[in-house]
């Protein structure tokens, strides 16, 4: 219990001019007074524009590229991505409206997630989006919502596989599970899609998320290719929208490695001629949130106190997990480690020490970093957590104790 932890994951992605963090091409120091309080949340534009440029040098041009907006769904984000990528993918009606907001064609939206209300879908088939049906009933819903509008709904099927992503932390399809349709029971649904009014686009086959492993990628992109090949024989018309999913992870936590990107996109260049000549319509989807904006965001809050107790240093701040729930290792996480985290305003320092972060709220959860080693901090310090642009604040219980919400910038 009493030995400090390992030093953080690697965080290279900003730079540091005279000790301070650069962001947006100001410094740390300079956004704050410009942000005008603590604590925010900051995104990079230019490393959202520079890693969709790289995933496309690295992945077939064959390949669309989705942004699944529930990771970030900052409106200026998704403005600034739907110039960049090929699609959005909703999980709400509420992010739908977002998505629509931006020049995105509305046929290039998809909608998945279970439980979508009679509400929800009736404004999704007016606006002319592509549903990923996550089960039977669904389906007929849809068609009767479809014929109340007198509107014929574009439909694909969620399909959840007979096979589960390896490495992943979070399992979504494989064994039991409430997302989408199991796969031995799509081509009787393909066929009563042949008798109702929907337009049958394809199929959306998510198995998972934050994977860093390019050999689970590789070998679950072969087996979804596989699927969609076999369930293509039952499809009342082509294939025109084949959705494999995504998972591309990124490095969190100590021993934490980047995905190989370029071996994920060997492997799909191998696979993919054969699934051209079987699917000749389909256009191929991989849909990602994560990937695309956690490394471009940072979480920032200032040192309120420096408290000692027993010898050990807590570092009080302004921000905590109301507004950071993942850092704080309470969103997924099934053993506690600290994201990446130093002192924005003196990243290296003269003097190092270990410390815990903590944030104002009356939980022992309320815990942003545990026993780190960071520069040695005075009150006022900016503490900065990384790898914080995808389920930060959305993903956070910002009622919780009533505090302020935190502010956000692109920048
Ligand atoms: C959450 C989700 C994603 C995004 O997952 P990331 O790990 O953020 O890439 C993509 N597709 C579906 C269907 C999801 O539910």
Redesign the pocket.
């Known amino acids: 219990m009493s030995s400090p932890r390992p030093k953080h994951a690697p965080v290279t992605q900003f730079p540091i001019h005279g000790d301070c963090l650069q962001i947006g091409g100001m410094s740390l120091t300079r956004l704050a007074q410009r942000v005008g309080r603590t604590p925010f949340y900051a995104y990079d534009r230019q490393q959202i524009t520079e890693r969709v440029a790289f995933l496309r040098q690295h992945l077939p041009a064959e390949i669309h590229l989705h942004y699944?907006m529930?990771?970030n769904p900052m409106s200026a984000i998704v403005q600034h991505m739907a110039s960049l990528v090929d699609g959005i993918?909703v999980?709400s009606a509420g992010e739908m409206r977002v998505a629509l907001d931006t020049p995105m064609p509305p046929h290039l939206i998809s909608f998945?997630?279970p439980g979508k209300g009679e509400d929800e879908l009736s404004c999704a088939i007016a606006a002319g989006i592509v549903l990923?049906m996550e089960s039977e009933q669904e389906m007929e819903r849809i068609a009767s919502l479809g014929a109340h509008l007198g509107i014929r709904p574009k439909v694909a099927v969620?399909v959840n596989p007979d096979f589960e992503l390896k490495s992943s932390s979070?399992k979504?399809g494989g064994g039991p599970k409430q997302?989408g349709v199991d796969a031995e029971r799509v081509p009787a649904m393909l066929a009563r899609i042949g008798q109702l009014e929907l337009d049958f686009e394809g199929f959306?086959i998510?198995s998972?998320?934050?994977n860093l492993k390019a050999e689970a990628l590789q070998e679950a992109h072969e087996k979804t290719f596989q699927l969609g090949i076999s369930l293509a024989q039952h499809a009342p018309g082509p294939v025109r929208m084949l959705n494999i999913?995504?998972?591309?992870?990124i490095p969190y936590f100590p021993g934490d490695e980047a995905l190989d990107v370029a071996a994920v996109g060997k492997n799909l260049r191998r696979l993919l001629p054969e699934v051209k000549r079987q699917l000749p319509d389909a256009c191929m989807v991989i849909?990602?949130?994560?990937?695309?904006v956690?490394e471009a965001g940072i979480y920032v809050c200032r040192v309120l106190e420096r408290k000692e107790s027993r010898g050990q240093v807590f570092l009080v701040t302004d921000g905590g997990l109301h507004h950071h729930l993942a850092a704080s290792g309470n969103f997924g996480q099934v053993i506690r480690k600290n994201y990446p985290v130093v002192v924005g305003n003196k990243v290296h320092g003269n003097d190092r020490e270990i410390v815990s972060v903590v944030g104002p709220l009356c939980t022992p959860l309320d815990l942003l970093a545990d026993r780190m080693e960071m520069s040695r901090t005075e009150i006022g310090d900016l503490v900065v957590v990384f790898q914080s642009g995808?389920?930060g604040l959305t993903a956070s219980p910002t009622a919780f104790l009533s505090h302020p919400a935190p502010v956000e910038v692109l920048v």
Do not use: I, P, T, V
């Not at 849909?287 to 695309?292: D, M, N, Q, S």
């Open positions: 699944a529930k990771a993918d999980a998945a997630g990923n969620r979070m979504m997302f959306h998510f998972g998320s934050q999913g995504g998972g591309f992870g849909e990602l949130g994560r990937y695309l956690a995808a389920y």
